[in-house]
């Protein structure tokens, strides 16, 4: 009886476990990205500003996250998608990777004082040679944009460090309300197209929740592509192209799904609209449409502070633009109605579908 309770834990055993490491995988993050001020400071010797009231926002942010990382596990312990997407990354490789992370901080400290954000090594910019001005240039001030296998390295782990260990849940904010309109599918004979799909944290996650989907992932960027390759290749049923968000290489209406995790936030307005175009044209007329992304202007009220200071603090030139026009009219504008919202931390995921 013991043993098979080890074997099978129940829902509620699961839903605390997963949360009492999610919440210690938060604290982690949390303390590396305290580090980082020293470092500027270091790099930079610019006194910080914070908000007003800042402790009390700090309060607010924290009780946000661990909502979602709740809600997250509460996910898992329904088998909306499995443990397995808490897997850990190798203590050594994540030793290795902070202290990378730390000295790059050193770098970005830099720039962001010179205010320098198209700065690019010969190679680097050869490998941007054909993309157009408004990719061209160092996003959050990381070395190399996304132009580098260096910036493709470090990037997850930036990312964890910025939204203290939450990033990976709020990339899964789609993925519950994705099985539930599916009715619970797993994935057979469905095709999901995925934009901008970046080193793949995202797409290794929708192939755990939908093992049988045929996936197949894009990104302008080779370099981050190649880590979604390694990361996914024991993985059947999936492709990996690298292609621009606007003008994408597939048929029309040729997939049942088709979704991107943070990259609306990073484009201008013009290219926002096509891409959404674009995926339009490659949605299934039964199909679903879905996105995560930051969160906008008075999604949460008690974040708006937050989205003021990114673009200060981070190169994201369109980030303005964007928090003031909803994802949502830009849906309801293609024809496609939002049957699910949710909003997670720093994070919002959409589902739509053609009415
Ligand atoms: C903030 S990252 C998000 C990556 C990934 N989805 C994730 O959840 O970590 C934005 C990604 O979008 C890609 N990207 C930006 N503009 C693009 C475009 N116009 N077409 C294709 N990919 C683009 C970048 O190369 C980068 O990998």
């Known amino acids: 009886m013991k043993k098979n309770n080890l074997i099978n834990p129940s829902p509620r055993v699961i839903e605390n476990s997963a949360l009492g490491y999610s919440v210690l995988r938060s604290l982690n993050f949390t303390s590396q990205f305290l580090l980082l001020p020293l470092i500027e400071k270091w790099a930079d010797g610019l006194p910080k500003q914070q908000p007003e009231n800042f402790p009390q926002k700090i309060k607010e942010a924290f009780s946000e ?45 830099k720039r962001r004082k010179e205010k320098k954000a198209h700065d690019f090594s010969a190679q680097e910019l050869e490998n941007l040679a054909d993309i157009p001005d408004y ?21 997850e782990h930036q990312v964890e460090m910025l939204f203290s260990g939450s990033a990976d849940a709020m990339r899964r904010l789609l993925i519950a309300p994705l099985k539930q309109a599916t009715g619970w599918s797993d994935g057979e004979g469905l095709r999901f197209l995925e934009v901008g799909c970046g080193t793949g944290r995202l797409t290794k996650f929708m192939k755990l929740a939908f093992p049988k989907a045929k996936i197949v992932a894009t990104d302008m960027s080779d370099s981050y592509l190649k880590i979604a390759r390694q990361r996914l290749s024991q993985f059947d ?119």
């Not at 990719?135 to 990037?155: C, D, P």
Request: some cysteine.
């Open 65 to 109: 996250i661990l909502e979602l990382l709740k809600q997250d596990s509460k996910n898992i312990s329904l088998g909306l998608y499995p443990a397995e997407v808490l897997t850990p990354q190798n203590p050594i490789q994540h030793a290795k990777s902070l202290i990378n992370v730390l000295r790059d901080g050193f770098k970005i400290a």
């Open 237 to 355: 049923k999936i492709d990996f192209v690298q292609a621009w968000a606007e003008e994408l290489p597939f048929p029309n209406q040729s997939f049942d799904f088709v979704y991107s995790c943070f990259l609306f936030h990073e484009l201008p307005r013009d290219i926002r609209k096509k891409v959404f175009k674009e995926s339009h044209r490659l949605l299934k007329s039964e199909g679903l449409m879905g996105l995560v992304d930051s969160i906008q202007k008075n999604d949460d009220q008690k974040l708006n502070w937050a989205l003021d200071l990114f673009p200060q603090d981070f190169h994201e030139p369109f980030y303005k633009n964007y928090q003031n026009h909803p994802l949502e009219d830009e849906l309801s504008g293609l024809g496609i109605q939002v049957v699910d919202k949710r909003i997670g931390f720093l994070s919002k995921a959409l589902l739509g579908k053609p009415v």
């Open 135 to 155: 990719a061209r240039r160092n996003f959050h001030f990381q070395t190399g944009g996304y132009a580098s296998t260096e910036s493709a390295q470090l990037y």
